[in-house]
């Protein structure tokens, strides 16, 4: 059996969470208000659409 992974190209966030892993609803509102601050928007180099300055991944704190 066959397994195709169909993503959007057009998506602008992705939230990705472990099986073993919780996150809190106003953390994610939180994370992606972070990543969405203008002061905080990546700069991609178009050619290899790579991010060159900026960010492209963030994460919450981790604690145990």
Known sequence: ME????????F???VT????QTIARDAVAKLVATISHPLN???IDRNNRKVIEGYGIIQPR???
Request: aromatic residues 10%; charged residues 25%; without cysteine.
């Open 17 to 20: 969470v472990d099986d073993d």
């Open 3 to 10: 397994v195709v992974a169909h993503f959007a190209t057009d």
């Open 62 to 64: 981790l604690s145990t």
């Open 41 to 43: 928007q990546p700069i």
């Open 12 to 14: 602008k966030y992705m």
